[in-house]
């Protein structure tokens, strides 16, 4: 069975500091990872992920996420935060190679960022 | 953008009474997808397809069905709604767009509230 976990429910930071919101997974083998910001009222926005290669990867709006394999950890991170990144941030995995319904990818419960100004 | 449309966006239904949320897609993607969101829960799926009236359950399918009739549209159906199915519900695709992962969109959503 795969598993995600967001550990913290909300995360503050001031604009203009850097942020992470933390994600770690279970899976057998290897992941494919992914992050999704959601702002209010709308739908989940694809952001980045990762498949192989680099473990930093860089995505939309100035975003990164750092794979390490040790600690089964996918933070994503940015250098200078915007009140404008107050969202809504989901990780996501799934096995690579899967086929069928595990494909699948599961889903955290979500991080709320508020970024203060 | 992955041209996907949800209707109805917003919806207050009687206890009791059927539901249809329909999910419109223009870009021909074989998997689509159903969830639900939930405060303390995130996402959770309800069902999925693989292909016209190929489909099959997720994680919370009780009280609710599916069908595809033709590539572009997925139905979810409440066939007798209840107030534990107050949510709001989310249709996605997935697609091999920008390298292999099979990478999930999702719709703007539908806001179900059952009184």
């Known amino acids: 069975a795969q598993s995600v976990a967001q550990p913290e429910d909300q995360v503050n930071v001031a604009e203009g500091n850097p942020l992470t919101v933390k994600c770690t997974y279970s899976v057998s083998g290897n992941p494919y990872l992914f992050w ?60 690579a190679g899967a086929s069928g319904g595990s494909y699948i990818p599961t889903f955290g419960r979500g991080t709320s960022l508020i970024v203060h100004p | 953008d992955a041209g996907i449309t949800q209707s109805p966006r917003h919806k207050v239904t009687e206890t009791g009474t059927p539901v249809t949320l329909r999910c419109h897609q223009t870009e021909n993607h074989r998997y689509m997808y159903w969830y639900r969101q939930d405060p303390g829960h995130g996402l959770r799926l309800i069902h999925y397809s693989y292909g016209v009236k190929d489909t099959d359950k997720g994680e919370v399918s009780d009280g609710y069905s599916v069908s595809r009739s033709k590539t572009e549209d997925f139905l979810l159906t409440l066939e007798s709604a209840t ?14 767009r920008g390298g292999s992962g099979n990478t999930i969109y999702f719709g703007e959503g539908s806001w179900l509230t059952v009184v």
């Open chain 1, 36 to 95: 999704y910001v959601q702002y209010p009222n709308r739908g989940l926005q694809f952001l980045l992920k990762y498949i192989t290669g680099d473990n930093l990867v860089k995505g939309s709006y100035g975003f990164e996420a750092e794979f390490n394999k040790s600690q089964t950890s996918f933070h994503l991170k940015k250098p200078s935060a915007l009140v404008s990144d107050s969202a809504l941030y989901f990780c996501a995995v799934r096995a």
């Open chain 2, 83 to 96: 107030s534990s199915q107050t949510s709001v519900y989310f249709c996605a695709i997935s697609t091999n």
